[in-house]
């Protein structure tokens, strides 16, 4: 990386090369292919969304501690009650906040997670399996990883170390989330269309009432597959511009060891998203 501009090589390369990329797309494939039946496939979904839930958090959390750091982040030629930049970067992470907290297709207010919700009421109807998948417990392995996520943003495993790299280590977690979902979400909805294709006409004629609205069923997998929305490929990029933000403005700290703390938190949500997808289906 250059010194006179250390957020010069960042890009989606640089961040594809840090994992094994095709690797990551084999382990979703595999894990689909290991689903037999409507009740296991069901409960997976129950899982995804139960993991999924957890990233709108994880993101309001980063928007928070970035936009709080007015110190770490200022532009060079003005006073100090005007150089922070600090809410400037947090704005390119709110995208994904606003996107996941009211999804604006729908005319009523339509969470991503309610969008989850009303996918699994309907797939569970479709297979006639009453409410007992949509009521079962976590099992333990899916609970770890689930708990992970919060800790991931905030950038918890480098609090040790400071402020800057617990920082840069929540948007390389949070980069990592964006990277790899709009590739997973592209080959469930692919597998789902293939393989499953009168559950995918039923989802997408039905709605469900929750919330004190009716939310449409395919809307979750549609928005955020790159066949439908690709609402994950636009927050990777506003993830990376924040990051480049961050670095362009990051004063009085070693801008090696934030991105260091920035790949770290890359790989670790990679690591995170092969448990996910290691959980089997009793």
Same mark, same amino acid.
């Given at each position: 990386?250059?010194?006179?501009?250390?957020?010069?090589a960042?890009?989606?390369?640089?961040?594809?090369?840090?994992?094994?990329?095709?690797? /990551?797309?084999?382990?979703?494939?595999a894990? =689909?292919? /290991?689903i037999?039946? !409507?009740?296991?496939?069901?409960?997976?979904? #129950? %899982?995804?969304?139960?993991?999924?839930?957890?990233?709108?958090n *994880?993101?309001?959390?980063?928007?928070?501690? @970035? *936009?709080?750091?007015?110190? =770490?982040?200022?532009?060079? !030629?003005?006073?100090?009650?005007?150089?922070?930049?600090?809410? +400037? @970067?947090a704005?390119?992470i709110?995208?994904? /906040?606003?996107?996941?907290?009211?999804?604006?297709?729908?005319?009523?207010?339509?969470?991503h997670?309610? &969008?989850?919700?009303a996918?699994? @009421?309907?797939?569970?109807?479709?297979?006639?399996?009453?409410?007992?998948v949509?009521?079962?417990?976590?099992?333990?392995?899916?609970?770890?990883v689930n708990?992970? #996520?919060?800790?991931?943003?905030? *950038?918890?495993?480098?609090a040790?170390? !400071?402020r800057?790299?617990?920082?840069f +280590? !929540? =948007?390389?977690?949070?980069?990592?989330?964006?990277?790899?979902?709009d590739?997973?979400?592209?080959?469930?909805?692919?597998?789902?269309?293939?393989?499953?294709p009168?559950?995918v %006409?039923?989802? &997408?004629?039905?709605? @469900?009432?929750?919330?004190?609205?009716?939310?449409?069923c395919?809307?979750?997998?549609g928005?955020?597959?790159? %066949?439908?929305? *690709?609402?994950?490929?636009d927050?990777?990029?506003?993830?990376l511009?924040?990051?480049r933000?961050a =670095?362009?403005?990051? #004063? /009085?700290?070693?801008?090696?060891?934030?991105?260091?703390?920035?790949?770290?938190?890359?790989?670790a949500?990679?690591?995170?998203h092969?448990?996910?997808?290691?959980?089997?289906?009793?």
């Amino acid at each position: 990386m250059s010194d006179s501009d250390p957020a010069a090589a960042l890009g989606q390369a640089y961040f594809e090369s840090l994992v094994d990329f095709g690797g /990551a797309s084999r382990r979703v494939s595999a894990r =689909l292919e /290991a689903i037999e039946g !409507g009740e296991q496939l069901t409960r997976f979904f #129950v %899982h995804y969304a139960a993991w999924n839930g957890r990233f709108a958090n *994880g993101v309001s959390a980063l928007v928070s501690l @970035i *936009g709080d750091s007015r110190e =770490l982040f200022q532009e060079a !030629g003005f006073p100090r009650a005007v150089a922070d930049r600090s809410n +400037y @970067i947090a704005s390119y992470i709110f995208d994904a /906040a606003r996107d996941e907290y009211n999804d604006h297709i729908n005319p009523i207010r339509d969470t991503h997670r309610c &969008m989850a919700q009303a996918s699994l @009421i309907s797939m569970a109807r479709f297979y006639d399996l009453g409410e007992s998948v949509l009521d079962e417990a976590d099992p333990p392995a899916l609970a770890a990883v689930n708990d992970a #996520v919060l800790p991931g943003y905030t *950038g918890e495993p480098r609090a040790g170390s !400071g402020r800057v790299e617990r920082l840069f +280590y !929540g =948007l390389g977690y949070h980069l990592g989330s964006e990277l790899l979902a709009d590739r997973e979400f592209s080959l469930i909805d692919e597998y789902l269309r293939s393989r499953q294709p009168e559950l995918v %006409h039923h989802l &997408m004629r039905s709605t @469900i009432e929750l919330a004190g609205g009716k939310h449409r069923c395919y809307a979750w997998v549609g928005v955020h597959s790159g %066949h439908g929305g *690709g609402v994950e490929a636009d927050h990777f990029e506003y993830a990376l511009a924040g990051a480049r933000a961050a =670095l362009r403005y990051l #004063v /009085a700290a070693d801008h090696r060891a934030a991105i260091a703390a920035l790949t770290e938190g890359f790989v670790a949500f990679e690591r995170d998203h092969a448990r996910f997808f290691a959980i089997g289906n009793a």
